[in-house]
Structure formats: C-alpha cells, structure tokens
C-alpha cells in the first residue's frame, strides 16, 4: 500500500490506539477519510456540525486520558472546530485535530474559503503547523502528537487538500514514546509546609481534578490532620460518596453552607490539585499552602505562604513523612472538633436538600406555601429530576451537564459514587456540550451508560447532532431540564435586581422532536409521573430523549448569599410583577 501523507496520518492514528475521529466529511479531508474507511479498528464518526466533533473528541481523551481526534476540512469546516477544541485547551486534555486546507498553489492568494489556520489557532493550540511537503512526515505529526500529549492540550495539524494523496519518500515509521514524568518539590518546602501544618490547630483542604489519582493520599493526609476536604466540582469524581469521611461538597455558586463555613473557619488552607478560579470564595487571613504540577498556578487566585510544585501524590506522600507524628502542643492526638462541626453541617444541609428533591415536597403544608410563590403551575422541581436520577443510573455512568442550572442540579443531587465519571465545560463554560461530549463517550463504549444533563437552550444549540446518535444507534440518555430559560442568566439577572429579560425560550416538544428523527422521545408533566418515566428512559434500548418540564423560578440558594443578592431577587421580582401585569393590561 503506497504511504501517502493521508494513509501515514491515519496508520500512525490506529498504532496511538485512536479508535474513533470525529468530524464532517469535506474535500480537502477526502483523502484521510478514505484512508479512514480502509482502516480496521478506527471509525469515521460523521457529526452533523465540527463543533460536536470537538466536544466529542474531548470527551474522549478526558475520560480516557489519550489522544482524541476531530478533523475540520478547508475554511468553515475549521473554523467551527474553534470552540469545541478551546473547551479541550481549558480542560487541559490532548486533543489532535486535522484541519483541511486550500490547495499549495493558492495558499495566501485569497482562495475560495481560504483561512490562515495557522493563525486562527495561535491562541488554542500548544503545537500548530500546516503541512507543505510529504517528507515532513512522520516528523511533523510526532511533534503534534506529543506536543498534545506531553503538554496537554490541542495540537492543530494543517493539510492542503492537494497533499493527501501525494507520497512520501522515506519509509520511516512513526514513533511516539513518551513517558509522563514524576515531579516533587524542594524538600526544604515540603518541610516548611509541614511545619505550618504541624503549627495549625484547623485545617481544610480544597481538593481539585488534579489529586484524583492520588485519593489513598489524600485520603490519609486528611485523617492526619483531622481536615475536612472541600472539593470542587470536577473532584466530585473520585472523592464523593461514603467512602470518603471527610468530604463536605463544594464551594462557590453551586456549594453548599457547611463547605463555606470549613473554609472560612479553618486557619490554614491546603490546596491539593486546584486551580479553583473564583476569588471572592477564598477566605481572607489564611496561612494558605498550594500543591500543583504547574508552577504558574501557584498564588494566582489567593497568597500563598508555601507553594509545591510538584505531582499530587508525591507531594502528599512526602508531607505525610514529614508531619509530626504528635503535633506540637497536643496530647498525641489531634483536636477533630473542626472537621467533626463541618461534617454535621454538611449532613444537615444535605437533609434539608432530600426533602427538597422529594417529588411529594410541595404538597406538605412547606411545600404548599413555597409552590404558591414560586411554582404556581406546579411544574416539576429540577432537585427532584437530579435526585431521581442519581438514584436510578448504574454506578459506573458517565455524566456529563450543560453548563448553566443543569450543572446546578447535578453537583448538588447527583454523587458520583462507585465508577463514576464526569466531564462538562467546568473551565470554558460553555454552552451546548453536554450533547455532544456524551456522544464521545459514548463511541468509547457502547455497553456503558451515559446520562447527559442537557438545558434546552444547550441542547437546542446543537439539536442536530440528535442525528448523530441516532445514525450511530448510540444509546445515549439525554436528560432535558426543559424551564423555558436560560436559566442561569435569569439568575445572574434577578441577583442584581435586573427583571428577566432575553431568557425565554420558545421550545418545541423535544420529545416530539426526537420521535421525528428515530430516537425515542418520552415527556413528562406530571411530578407523580417522573419516576416511572425515568426507569422507562433508562430500560429503553438506544439513544432516549426524556424531555421534562422543569420550574423555571427554581432558585439554587448560594452558598453565602448576601443581604445585596437577598434584595436583588426582591427588587427583581417585583419589577417582573409589575411589567408582567402592564403586559396583561394591553391585552
């Protein structure tokens, strides 16, 4: 078989154990999509829009921490990769993607939809390059490949259209090994920090992605200094559930009280594997230590007193040693009273919470009174969809959310317990991903379950890649929390006393609209109906579509919601009130 630069690409693609390459089909990628078709064990998967195709490819190298592929031909097809492939750069995941080209001759003429790739990903891409002669190859894709591998992140390689069939002249196989190396701090920092440790009568720990690996560790550091473990919301995967004594949930808009009073009542903070962005939720007048791979992390969000750069588990490996084993001024044994007092908080909002999601909630006498003023229609509480959920999915689901209130939902009412895993746009925030990252896992495997939490707005934003999973019979479970909203907006609107204005959305019977296209739809009004509803989802062979009403006046409480927030939502609702009655007064 003669080594074109298209059949070198995808034998080279097959050899890293690439199993799917997401994409659209389109002149300039003729060539490696044919070569695609020839190839065993690697599958062409036709989206309807590249955007999908990169949330796709994402999906898959975040849950299985390997390469994933996309490909965009010439121009749009390229373009439309943008915002898929940043979601894979915020996420710090390797991911290569394949962009077409004009034809050689006429690059830099102005060509007929011509793009300077090279240019569009300057900002996205740890490697970019635009092949101009086959003997680049296999050197040119080693440097992307490892480039995505070793720096995690997004490696862009350029193609013109007339290159792919052209042979090359070398038979140099490609090559790509490459070992993930294992970093430690300085000693004298790790001492230093231990110290402060030792000096510390309540520590808390904020655990982020990066320490998922490391969970005995962290977990035995935490039974050390008696710290209970604040998590964010891409940690739920690894340390949420009975199995870990010391977790009290989240912290920031989507937390909980009982995580905000840990951090806000500790005097040292320890920061294991986090990036947590949102400043105002640091406490202020801590002794704070930061453990990270990226020395660029340390102290961009909050003063820190020791930073270690270094991999999780070796770093905590190497405190543990250094800890004393009976802390200075103690009897031998640590005070647990600090994590005990935010355990007890934490198993009290989380009562307070079951009672929320309970689907029989607003018919007590509580729920009567809250359901006349804010869910007179007696549409369906998402808390209830959420927990409902959670109790019926099999323990080794993948999940994935839109971003906006279904994240809401999930990080409050779905644990991520047994083999769980969960992936959303948590770095980018973008919209429409739930979808589409949903059917990149599911390409992964087909036996296991995968729940997308979908906002109708997401999901409308990329409806037709409904087609994709119906094409491809992936049996995807799509969870749609149909509000009418954009609900988050509305949120961030009424917290500053802003009426709701541009939030409403005109939805189809989504239901409907997914029995058109041969997915099976199911649709639920009726509280009393939404259990059985949701079995019925999950019983159902292939790709489901569970379309339910949600309330869209659900209001998700922050952790620390102020006295400003407190009248933003009075002001607010009153400005709704009265422009909803002068509506009704023009009739």
């Given at each position: 078989?003669?080594?074109?630069?298209?059949?070198?690409?995808?034998?080279?693609?097959?050899?890293?154990?690439?199993?799917?390459?997401?994409?659209?089909?389109?002149?300039?990628?003729n060539?490696?999509?044919?070569?695609?078709?020839?190839?065993?064990?690697?599958?062409?998967?036709?989206?309807?829009?590249?955007?999908?195709?990169?949330f796709?490819?994402?999906?898959?190298?975040q849950?299985?921490?390997?390469?994933?592929?996309?490909?965009?031909?010439?121009?749009?097809?390229?373009?439309?990769?943008?915002n898929?492939?940043?979601?894979?750069?915020?996420?710090?995941?390797?991911?290569?993607?394949?962009?077409?080209?004009?034809?050689?001759?006429?690059?830099?003429?102005?060509?007929?939809?011509?793009v300077?790739?090279?240019?569009?990903?300057?900002?996205?891409?740890?490697?970019?390059?635009?092949?101009?002669?086959?003997?680049?190859?296999?050197?040119?894709?080693?440097?992307?490949?490892?480039?995505?591998?070793?720096?995690?992140?997004?490696?862009?390689?350029?193609?013109?259209?007339?290159?792919g069939?052209?042979?090359?002249?070398?038979?140099?196989?490609?090559?790509?090994?490459?070992?993930?190396?294992?970093?430690?701090?300085?000693?004298?920092?790790?001492?230093?920090?231990?110290?402060?440790?030792?000096?510390?009568?309540?520590?808390?720990?904020?655990?982020?992605?990066?320490?998922?690996?490391?969970?005995?560790?962290?977990?035995?550091?935490?039974?050390?200094?008696?710290?209970?473990?604040?998590?964010?919301?891409?940690?739920?995967?690894?340390?949420?559930?009975?199995?870990?004594?010391?977790?009290?949930?989240?912290?920031?808009?989507?937390?909980?009280?009982?995580?905000?009073?840990?951090?806000?009542?500790?005097?040292?903070?320890?920061?294991?594997?986090?990036?947590?962005p949102?400043?105002?939720?640091?406490?202020e007048?801590?002794?704070?230590?930061?453990?990270?791979?990226?020395?660029?992390?340390?102290?961009?969000?909050?003063?820190?007193?020791?930073?270690?750069?270094?991999?999780?588990?070796?770093?905590?490996?190497?405190?543990?040693?250094?800890?004393?084993?009976?802390?200075?001024?103690?009897?031998?044994?640590?005070?647990?009273?600090?994590?005990?007092?935010?355990?007890?908080?934490?198993?009290?909002?989380?009562?307070?919470?079951?009672?929320?999601?309970?689907?029989?909630?607003?018919?007590?006498l509580?729920?009567?009174?809250?359901?006349?003023?804010?869910?007179?229609?007696?549409?369906?509480?998402?808390?209830?969809?959420?927990?409902?959920?959670?109790?019926?999915?099999?323990?080794?689901?993948?999940?994935?959310?839109?971003?906006?209130?279904?994240?809401?939902?999930?990080?409050?009412?779905?644990e991520?317990?047994?083999e769980?895993?969960?992936?959303?746009?948590?770095?980018?925030?973008?919209?429409?991903?739930?979808?589409?990252?949903?059917?990149?896992?599911?390409?992964?495997?087909?036996?296991?379950?995968?729940?997308?939490?979908?906002?109708?707005?997401?999901?409308s934003?990329?409806?037709?890649?409904?087609?994709?999973?119906?094409?491809?019979?992936?049996?995807?479970?799509?969870?749609?929390?149909?509000?009418?909203?954009?609900?988050?907006?509305?949120?961030?609107?009424?917290?500053?006393?802003?009426?709701?204005?541009?939030?409403?959305?005109?939805?189809?019977?989504?239901?409907?609209?997914?029995?058109?296209?041969?997915?099976?739809?199911?649709?639920?009004?009726?509280?009393?109906?939404?259990?059985?509803?949701?079995?019925?989802?999950?019983?159902?062979?292939?790709?489901?579509?569970?379309?339910?009403?949600?309330?869209?006046?659900?209001?998700?409480?922050?952790?620390?919601?102020?006295v400003?927030?407190?009248?933003?939502?009075?002001?607010?609702?009153?400005?709704e009130?009265?422009?909803?009655?002068?509506?009704?007064?023009?009739?």
């Amino acid at each position: 078989m003669a080594r074109t630069v298209a059949r070198v690409i995808v034998d080279a693609l097959s050899e890293l154990g690439v199993h799917q390459v997401f994409g659209v089909v389109g002149d300039a990628l003729n060539p490696l999509t044919d070569a695609i078709r020839t190839t065993e064990n690697l599958e062409w998967v036709g989206c309807r829009h590249e955007e999908a195709a990169a949330f796709a490819a994402s999906a898959q190298s975040q849950l299985s921490g390997t390469l994933g592929v996309c490909m965009g031909t010439v121009g749009p097809g390229s373009v439309h990769l943008l915002n898929g492939l940043y979601d894979a750069a915020k996420s710090h995941t390797p991911v290569l993607a394949i962009a077409g080209q004009v034809p050689l001759a006429e690059l830099g003429t102005d060509y007929f939809q011509e793009v300077d790739n090279d240019a569009l990903f300057s900002d996205v891409a740890v490697f970019r390059a635009t092949i101009t002669s086959p003997d680049q190859l296999p050197q040119m894709l080693e440097t992307a490949v490892r480039h995505a591998l070793g720096r995690k992140g997004v490696a862009v390689l350029t193609v013109p259209g007339d290159l792919g069939e052209r042979e090359l002249t070398s038979d140099r196989p490609a090559r790509f090994s490459l070992n993930a190396p294992l970093s430690r701090p300085e000693e004298s920092a790790v001492r230093r920090a231990a110290e402060l440790l030792d000096r510390s009568e309540r520590v808390t720990l904020l655990v982020g992605r990066g320490a998922r690996a490391a969970r005995e560790d962290v977990l035995a550091l935490a039974d050390r200094l008696a710290a209970p473990m604040v998590l964010t919301l891409k940690a739920k995967e690894g340390f949420e559930g009975d199995t870990n004594p010391f977790q009290v949930g989240q912290t920031g808009l989507i937390g909980n009280p009982a995580a905000a009073s840990a951090l806000q009542d500790a005097d040292t903070l320890l920061l294991l594997g986090t990036d947590f962005p949102y400043r105002d939720w640091y406490p202020e007048g801590k002794t704070v230590i930061q453990v990270d791979t990226e020395a660029a992390h340390i102290g961009r969000r909050v003063p820190v007193d020791v930073g270690l750069v270094g991999d999780t588990g070796a770093t905590v490996r190497d405190l543990l040693a250094h800890l004393a084993a009976e802390p200075p001024g103690t009897d031998g044994a640590r005070d647990r009273s600090h994590l005990e007092k935010a355990r007890e908080r934490f198993e009290h909002w989380r009562e307070g919470q079951a009672r929320l999601a309970d689907p029989a909630h607003d018919k007590g006498l509580l729920g009567r009174m809250r359901s006349s003023l804010d869910n007179r229609t007696h549409d369906i509480r998402p808390e209830a969809l959420a927990a409902v959920v959670d109790r019926l999915a099999d323990d080794d689901a993948v999940f994935t959310s839109d971003t906006g209130m279904a994240t809401v939902w999930l990080s409050r009412f779905v644990e991520m317990r047994g083999e769980r895993q969960l992936i959303g746009s948590y770095n980018l925030g973008s919209m429409a991903n739930a979808m589409p990252q949903a059917l990149g896992a599911q390409c992964l495997d087909r036996e296991r379950q995968v729940v997308a939490f979908c906002g109708d707005g997401g999901l409308s934003m990329l409806l037709g890649d409904l087609m994709t999973l119906k094409t491809h019979q992936l049996p995807v479970k799509l969870v749609v929390f149909d509000n009418r909203r954009l609900g988050m907006v509305k949120l961030e609107q009424e917290q500053v006393g802003l009426p709701e204005f541009g939030t409403v959305l005109d939805n189809p019977d989504f239901a409907a609209v997914a029995t058109a296209m041969g997915i099976a739809g199911i649709r639920v009004t009726d509280p009393a109906d939404l259990e059985k509803a949701v079995r019925r989802a999950f019983d159902t062979p292939g790709p489901v579509l569970l379309d339910v009403l949600t309330n869209p006046d659900e209001i998700a409480v922050p952790a620390k919601p102020t006295v400003e927030q407190g009248w933003g939502f009075a002001v607010a609702k009153v400005k709704e009130i009265v422009r909803s009655h002068g509506d009704d007064s023009t009739l």
